[in-house]
């Protein structure tokens, strides 16, 4: 589609900023004489050791290229194909990945669970789960909620505890989607073990793209069991870095130095900025709390159609509202510029 000379992305998805300095520099640091490939390297062994401190567990990692080939190998490690998969009616698993789940699962079907403010109903959860013990159906066998939420919302750790333990008690296993995993975390001020393995999480995918780096996701496997042979499922699906020390070493800066902590407390902390800007235009409504770095709003068609003629693009399907990400990249600058074109609208 051809697009005007003038349109702005900075706030139409975490994905349209580019790599953060660190990451870049990372990389660029990485492209010295020779290593082992594949994944074999000291950088990679260091990164791999750097994610167990983080989470302080001895978990098992190995890096993709992005989210959708994370979470679909990583739900198809919890199931066989005659079993099924519990999901978010609006998580991006359902809605925003062609059906690899089903595919790389070789067919496991997703269960639609509802959801409140993105976060799943643990009731229609446990009426999932019981409802058929029939061979006719799909067994339930696993778990996958996204921290934070499409809606830009976050899980506290007792709310994820209630979840996971429902689904144990099944004898399901929890899958957390992570694109924006740091968001949360640097919205929660916990420890990263605390909304994850010390709150039931047996697999995260770890989002590293929408954080500010180049081409990565990481996935942690916290019950090892389940990624036994990971490896073999990365490299017949084509996600198999050979020149691995690359993404390594973007992560093994993001995570050191609290340099990730930076990058998602400015992209929520922006977010806040722009939902009270637009919350005090008339006809404005903020639809979802601003828990991380996505703002939903219901606008006035006027300025909406304002906003578009001034060149910014925003997601209107999903939530129900305009959507505006926040990522590393945008500044207090463009979020007020986006607010003064909104009431300039308004006026
Ligand atoms: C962006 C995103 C992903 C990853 O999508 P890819 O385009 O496959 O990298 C996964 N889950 C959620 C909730 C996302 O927003």
């Given at each position: 589609m051809p697009d005007s000379a003038n349109a702005k992305y900075h706030f139409a998805s975490d994905n349209t900023s580019g790599i953060c300095p660190e990451a870049w520099q990372a990389f660029d640091e990485a492209n010295r004489g020779f290593h082992p490939s594949y994944g074999d390297d000291e950088i990679t062994r260091q990164a791999c050791e750097?994610?167990?401190?983080?989470?302080?567990?001895?978990?098992?990692?190995?890096?993709?290229?992005?989210?959708?080939?994370?979470?679909?190998?990583s739900l198809a490690t919890l199931c066989q194909s005659y079993h099924s998969v519990i999901a978010g009616d609006l998580s991006h698993c359902e809605t925003d990945e062609c059906g690899a789940p089903e595919f790389f699962s070789n067919g496991s079907k997703l269960l639609l669970a509802k959801t409140q403010h993105g976060r799943l109903d643990p009731a229609d959860v446990q009426r999932l789960i019981t409802s058929r013990t029939d061979l006719h159906f799909p067994k339930p066998r696993g778990l996958t909620l996204s921290q934070s939420t499409e809606l830009g919302t976050t899980y506290q750790p007792a709310q994820l505890k209630e979840l996971t333990s429902l689904a144990h008690q099944h004898g399901l296993r929890v899958h957390m989607d992570g694109a924006r995993f740091f968001n949360a975390l640097a919205a929660l001020d916990c420890a990263p073990a605390d909304i994850t393995w010390r709150a039931g999480i047996d697999v995260l995918c770890c989002g590293g793209t929408k954080l500010g780096m180049a081409v990565t996701e990481a996935v942690?496997?916290?019950?090892?069991?389940?990624?036994?042979?990971?490896?073999?499922?990365?490299?017949?699906?084509?996600?198999?870095?050979?020149?691995?020390?690359?993404?390594?070493a973007q992560w093994l800066r993001m995570l050191g130095d609290d340099v990730w902590r930076r990058h998602a407390t400015h992209g929520n902390a922006l977010a806040r900025r722009l939902a009270a800007?637009?919350?005090?235009?008339?006809?404005?409504?903020?639809?979802?709390?601003?828990d991380a770095n996505a703002v939903f709003a219901k606008l006035p068609e006027t300025i909406k159609e304002a906003l578009k003629a001034k060149g910014w693009r925003f997601y209107s399907f999903i939530g129900g509202g305009s959507r505006f990400m926040c990522s590393w990249a945008v500044t207090e600058q463009d979020v007020d510029a986006l607010i003064a074109d909104a009431a300039a609208a308004a006026a």
């Open positions: 750097s994610f167990r401190s983080f989470f302080e567990a001895d978990c098992d990692v190995y890096f993709v290229f992005n989210g959708t080939a994370a979470n679909s190998l942690v496997f916290f019950d090892r069991a389940l990624g036994q042979e990971f490896a073999w499922r990365c490299k017949q699906a084509g996600q198999l870095c050979s020149k691995m020390r690359f993404i390594s800007g637009l919350s005090a235009l008339p006809g404005a409504e903020i639809l979802y709390p601003v």
